[in-house]
């Protein structure tokens, strides 16, 4: 019969509870922006009752209890995040493991393992990014958990700043192995692991798929999207067109993009004039195949990218973590006659049952045009001489969005304009296509870079012209110039953003942003951006003639066991234990002959006493011995006092 084990607590673990309860919670903090509320109270929940239990002397949970509860919260995930797998869902049950956990500990051993989920619950917030605050988080939160596991053996005298200061003595003598260990240990070209992006919210940014009218109104998103830093002059608000996704499908209310594959050699053919921009872009992960570059690309270097045959740029793999490569541009390009893939008739298809209303205007407007030059000035000059505007609160719009949008709410921001725009095309067989990506960007004095963000989000509309190939055409700038002229942040200081629902940052704050953002950068291409490029690049700096995996590894290997001989060489000689001086070798002789050891804390008086008892040497003898000692050592004349102590113990038989 098996004993059931006893479900009370005598307090024993008052004092160190405190310490794992606040580990736990400090390894909580950078997930809990992604936890379900009712995860968060279940864990303060639990660490409340349990810590009442402790306090009061009270019974822990029964096992049909807990097994309740863990059912019940499992269920709970499974619920909330449709799965119980990935970086959102294994936090959440790792979160909630650690609640219940608290509830069936009853001995340090049980809190030991609590540290250890603590420890994985800091290493699994690196899997959504590692920010710049991220370095100082996982010092002190490692900091916390070593003093909380050294506070549950610590003694009565020991304080909380002896542990403290001997945590952070262990993470000292482990930093030259992770140091070590971060250089020289080889790089993987991608990731053991795939993050995937919340697109539950509705904020201005790209997508794979453009449907104007669905959403009502766009929050503003001051995430960064990419950061670009040229190698000469940074080109002028209006020509910072940076293409992302070409779309070309349309359904009568939404965009998608092509499913074209690899075509040999396109940029090849497109044909460039002007100034040649040459630019690095760090940018940040998509999930999405798209690779943006300011428009239009020619050449650049990030492997497993080519363009598509509507001059998109694409990589074999989603952008699953950020990447940096180089690439240059010219604004002023030509796109000859080139073979339509897909056909020239896919860019001017569009639905027949709907947006009816639109497909009248084109074609009256198309009638009254001499060519399709003018026609396209015709629409332009309707947007920016009528009541069009340019807001990021647009009314919903219904089953013919491009109609309701013309003719009955004419608000809208560029998704709704470059839409429009593109159906008045299409209508009149002219081919027409919608780009998105981003425009402007902002520059950061203090670290010379572009910062791009999500709120600089754009669409534009690109038509075919026999005689001039593909022509960028961006409606926006016949309704909101300030939006195409000075960039949507820009403007947005300006004052004419307001109108839009775009809002300024303070002065402070925005000197605030740069200097963050600055240091952002700095982390990312020193810190974030050691790839396997990078660790090559370095290993042959540091002399080693076409590095390799084996090789580095074989570094890394003696780097290892060099700090570990030296790391413990130091810690040998820190604490070794003090040498012996001309009295304590004279009185381990003495000792030695009076055949016992000495207690602990005992006197000369008392050990004296013990000896004469055993009658191995005479009592003069050790009183002689005894006296002699200890004026030696506390007395004035030292020296002389040696002198007799040492004819003292050489006179013993």
């Not at 950078?30 to 936890?35: D, F, I, K, T």
């Not at 290493?123 to 916390?144: C, D, G, I, N």
């Not at 995937?196 to 001051?222: E, F, K, N, V």
């Not at 921009?277 to 992960?285: P, R, V």
């Amino acid at each position: 019969m098996i004993k059931a084990q006893p479900r009370g607590t005598d307090g024993s673990l008052l004092e160190s509870l405190p310490w794992t309860l606040g580990a736990l919670a400090i390894s909580l903090l950078p997930h809990l922006p992604y936890l379900a509320f009712w995860i968060t109270g279940a864990f303060v929940f639990c660490a409340a009752w349990r810590y009442i239990i402790e306090r009061q002397r009270r019974m822990l949970p029964s096992r049909w209890v807990r097994g309740g509860l863990a059912l019940v919260c499992f269920l709970g995930v499974l619920g909330t995040y449709s799965s119980i797998s990935g970086v959102g869902p294994g936090s959440a049950l790792l979160a909630i493991m650690a609640a219940l956990k608290l509830l069936e500990t009853r001995r340090r051993r049980d809190q030991f393992v609590l540290l250890f989920i603590s420890i994985f619950l800091v290493m699994s917030s690196l899997l959504r990014e590692q920010y710049l605050w991220s370095l100082p988080y996982l010092v002190l939160s490692t900091l916390a958990i070593l003093s909380a596991w050294l506070r549950m053996s610590a003694g009565p005298l020991e304080t909380a700043q002896q542990s403290f200061a001997t945590s952070g003595r262990l993470m000292l003598y482990a930093a030259p192995l992770a140091i070590a260990m971060w250089i020289f240990f080889p790089r993987l070209a991608s990731p053991f692991w795939a993050v995937p992006i919340d697109t539950s919210r509705a904020t201005t940014g790209l997508s794979d798929q453009m449907s104007p009218g669905d959403i009502s109104s766009l929050s503003q998103s001051d995430e960064v999207a990419f950061r670009v830093r040229f190698d000469g002059a940074i080109p002028e608000a209006r020509d910072r067109y940076w293409r992302g996704l070409v779309m070309t499908s349309f359904n009568g209310r939404t965009w998608r993009g092509s499913q074209s594959g690899i075509a040999p050699a396109v940029q090849e053919k497109i044909e460039v004039t002007g100034q040649a921009y040459s630019y690095e872009i760090t940018l940040e992960a998509t999930q999405q195949q798209w690779v943006v570059a300011m428009d239009m690309p020619i050449e650049w270097d990030l492997s497993r990218t080519f363009m598509k045959p509507e001059q998109q740029l694409a990589h074999i793999t989603p952008i699953e973590q950020r990447v940096a490569y180089n690439v240059v541009s010219y604004s002023d390009y030509f796109v000859p006659a080139l073979p339509f893939r897909p056909p020239k008739s896919w860019y001017t298809r569009i639905p027949s049952d709907s947006n009816l209303r639109t497909m009248e205007l084109a074609r009256a407007l198309r009638a009254a045009a001499a060519s399709d030059m003018d026609f396209i000035d015709a629409v332009l000059r309707k947007f920016r001489e009528e009541e069009y505007f340019y807001t990021l609160q647009p009314p919903t719009l219904g089953n013919n969005p491009v109609d309701e949008f013309l003719f009955e709410s004419r608000q809208g921001f560029c998704e709704h304009y470059a839409s429009a725009f593109a159906v008045l095309m299409r209508s009149a067989g002219i081919p027409a296509r919608v780009v998105l990506g981003y425009h402007g960007g902002e520059i950061n004095p203090m670290g010379g870079h572009l910062i791009v963000r999500q709120s600089d989000a754009h669409a534009w509309t690109e038509v075919w012209l026999d005689e001039l190939g593909w022509r960028r055409v961006d409606p926006t700038a016949a309704v909101a110039p300030e939006r195409i002229e000075y960039g949507a942040r820009d403007a947005t200081f300006g004052g004419v953003g307001e109108s839009w629902g775009f809002s300024a940052p303070s002065e402070l704050l925005q000197k605030l942003t740069m200097t963050w953002d600055a240091l952002n950068a700095r982390w990312n291409d020193w810190i974030l951006a050691y790839g396997p490029d990078k660790q090559m690049s370095f290993m042959e700096w540091l002399g080693m003639k076409q590095p390799s995996w084996r090789k580095m590894l074989l570094t890394l290997v003696f780097l290892v066991i060099a700090l570990i001989v030296a790391i413990s060489g130091f810690l040998m000689l820190r604490y070794r234990p003090p040498r012996k001086d001309r009295l304590s070798i004279l009185y381990q002789r003495f000792i030695k002959k009076a055949g016992i050891e000495p207690r602990v804390g005992e006197t000369p008086q008392e050990f004296a006493a013990r000896v004469a008892a055993t009658d191995a040497i005479p009592i003069d003898s050790i009183s002689t011995v005894t006296e002699t000692y200890l004026d030696a050592r506390y007395g004035a004349d030292s020296s002389q006092s040696v002198a007799r102590f040492e004819q003292a113990v050489d006179a013993l038989r």
